[in-house]
């Protein structure tokens, strides 16, 4: 019986007692007073649960039931308890000793005795379903969120759940050689530890180490040195083999593959299985199997570090600067998808951790910068300065460009502007020109990152190249600076492209007088045509009006009079459009429509200085079907028809000339 008073270890040791998890709660409090009374006069700690023992029962039992280590149930008079840990706890101890079990076999409900309820079980092919557990997040009993929940198998025990409680599970072994039960969490780990001295047993027992010896170096010629290593580490350290294991081992993967094959052949030859016997087949069977995914998991690991490397390397590759799609695109050179080397959430856990980088070593090793626009580019830190660099040398030749025209287009019209004049509304315009024709440098420039990794590289005293000297007292240098720009060239060579006497003050003048004389009668005459585009506009809002009163009236007669236009119209859409395929279908339609529009507007053009009847519509949608092979070729033509109709009546209700 449980040495403790705690309420919880005497229930434990009371189902133990009991071999059931289900306690009647009347039962143990009488049990619990007679125990008690009988442990008190030795132990006097048990003298609590003599007196008013309900009171106490019940009030340790409240937190019990609250953490899940109890279950309340009232399917009896009396009240019981259920201890959904009680089988748990049972296997978990068969665990605890796996050196004293080494000659049997794992543990199963036969061997423990018990019969859990199938609610708290997941039965599992150990050849074909153990995959899951060897990489990617588990829940939180235990069970790899890969795996697809059956009934049953998510923790719960006879329709009670417990969010904590690890799920059981039930290996079955091939060729009828039984079952094994073992904890979710403790799979493959402890799993292969116990099967490890299981193996070590076999190999200490009826000389089978000198037997395996001698079989199993004509398999592994030329390595005899380090299958005796093997044999003799099995022996001494077994748990030792299980790291070589999970790394991958060329040479440990091929020694295990041979002796798992050579002790099912030796078994499998006697006439009788005895308890050992059946141990140590189970045990290879399960080695044999975590054996194989150890090794697909350790060459899938290899391919994401050599993927990733790939990443690493094209990352320095120009134009430096890349979005989430870029990188997803990225390819090895091979020509194979990086993205299936490793996964979205392997490369997205990747990225958060380059970004997030180590507190201690300063800047992150990637940056993310920040479009005006919400773009977001990865660049990694040292690539910072040199893009910079290389983006002001490629942009300032159209910045330069655009500026000139801008200012050829101003001088032209003999107008003027700031930055002509002073360099601070210089730096303005360049600024803007550089937003319009490159938004990432832009955006380079103005991420205080950029900064950051300057004032990096001056305290760690590494050198920085003269085209990369882009900061002075910890600020930006001007934009005129940046490009070695001079807004008086620029304002020169403007001035060039233009005849010469836009240069000569006097002469200047006496143009812009006629220019603007003619201006004056220019805009006298825009007047004029802007009153007679008004007339005309009139005209035509009238036409309009007279469109959407006769698709008033065609609405209110034809449309039954227990629906509206647009439900008559998802009606008919139901009719003729029959495809399957949803966003096919809405493209059909939308398809249909557009027709429909075009057909509608050559009809009002052609009938603008006449009213247009519900019988022109009719006959522009019958042309339209003929005219159109894919309509023809489509079901419930008169549906269709109608369809087309009452869609021309809903554009003019909303037309507009």
């Avoid at 970004?355 to 800047?363: D, K, P, Q, V």
């Avoid at 220019?515 to 805009?523: D, I, N, S």
């Avoid at 039954?560 to 003729?576: A, H, I, V």
Wanted: charged share 25%; hydrophobic share 40%.
């Amino acid at each position: 019986m449980a040495q403790t008073t705690d309420l919880y270890p005497i229930l434990k040791a009371y189902a133990n007692k009991t071999s059931s998890p289900y306690i009647n709660i009347e039962e143990f409090l009488a049990f619990l007073e007679t125990y008690s009374a009988r442990k008190s006069p030795e132990q006097p700690e048990w003298a609590k649960w003599t007196r008013e023992t309900g009171v106490k029962f019940w009030s340790e039992m409240s937190g019990l039931a609250e953490s899940g280590h109890c279950v309340l149930m009232t399917d009896s008079p009396q009240g019981r308890i259920y201890m959904p840990y009680y089988y748990l706890d049972q296997i978990r101890e068969a665990y605890h000793s796996v050196d004293d079990s080494a000659d049997i076999p794992f543990p199963s409900e036969e061997t423990l005795r018990i019969a859990i309820p199938a609610a708290q079980v997941r039965v599992l092919n150990l050849e074909t379903e153990l995959g899951p557990f060897f990489g990617g997040p588990r829940d939180d009993s235990g069970i790899p969120v890969s795996m697809t929940r059956q009934n049953g198998g998510d923790g719960q025990a006879d329709g009670r759940h417990s969010s904590s409680l690890p799920a059981i599970v039930k290996l079955i072994f091939p060729e009828g050689l039984g079952s094994a039960l073992i904890p979710a969490p403790m799979i493959p780990r402890r799993l292969m530890e116990a099967a490890l001295i299981k193996v070590r047993h076999y190999l200490k027992t009826h000389s089978n180490r000198e037997y395996a010896l001698h079989k199993l170096s004509p398999s592994l010629q030329g390595r005899e040195k380090q299958l005796r290593e093997m044999l003799d580490q099995i022996a001494i350290r077994p748990l030792d083999c299980l790291s070589a294991m999970e790394s991958y081992s060329e040479f440990s993967w091929l020694f295990w593959a041979h002796f798992c094959a050579l002790v099912k052949s030796d078994i499998k030859k006697k006439k009788e299985t005895l308890a050992e016997d059946l141990a140590a087949i189970q045990a290879v069977f399960v080695i044999e199997v975590c054996n194989g995914f150890f090794k697909v998991r350790a060459v899938k690991q290899r391919e994401r570090e050599i993927a990733f490397r790939a990443l690493e390397l094209r990352m320095e590759k120009p134009p430096y600067y890349y979005t989430i799609d870029d990188i997803c695109a990225f390819t090895n050179d091979k020509g194979v998808s990086l993205i299936g080397l490793y996964s979205p959430e392997d490369l997205d856990a990747y990225l958060k951790k380059q970004i997030a980088g180590n507190e201690n070593e300063g800047l992150p090793g990637w940056m993310i910068l920040q479009g005006k626009k919400g773009e977001r580019w990865y660049i990694k830190k040292e690539k910072l300065l040199p893009l910079c660099a290389k983006l002001l040398v490629d942009t300032r030749p159209l910045v330069k460009t655009e500026i000139i025209k801008r200012w050829v287009k101003m001088i032209r019209a003999f107008q003027s502007e700031a930055a002509m004049e002073k360099d601070a509304d210089f730096d303005s315009l360049l600024g803007s020109y550089t937003a319009a024709l490159n938004p990432v440098l832009k955006a380079l420039l103005e991420d205080p990152k950029l900064r950051y990794m300057y004032e990096e590289l001056e305290r760690t005293k590494k050198s920085i190249p003269a085209s990369s000297r882009i900061f002075k007292g910890g600020a930006l240098i001007p934009m005129n600076a940046l490009y070695v720009i001079r807004r008086k060239d620029l304002l020169a060579d403007a001035k060039t492209m233009l005849p010469f006497w836009y240069s000569i003050p006097v002469l200047a003048s006496i143009a812009a007088f006629f220019k603007k004389l003619g201006k004056t009668r220019r805009a006298k005459k825009q007047a004029e045509e802007e009153l007679a585009a008004e007339e005309e506009n009139a005209a035509d809002e009238e036409t309009a009006r007279d469109l959407q009163n006769m698709a008033r009236n065609i609405a209110g007669q034809m449309v039954p009079p227990d629906k509206n236009l647009d439900q008559y119209l998802t009606e008919l859409e139901s009719r003729w459009s029959r495809l399957l395929d949803k966003q096919a279908r809405q493209n059909l339609i939308e398809d249909v429509n557009s027709l429909v529009r075009d057909s509608l507007r050559y009809t009002i053009r052609i009938h603008k200085n006449k009213k247009i009847s519900f019988r022109d519509l009719n006959e522009t949608a019958a042309a339209l079907i003929v005219r159109s092979p894919a309509l023809q070729s489509l079901g419930g033509r008169d549906s269709l028809l109608l369809y087309i109709e009452f869609y021309m009546v809903k554009l003019l209700l909303n037309f507009k000339m």
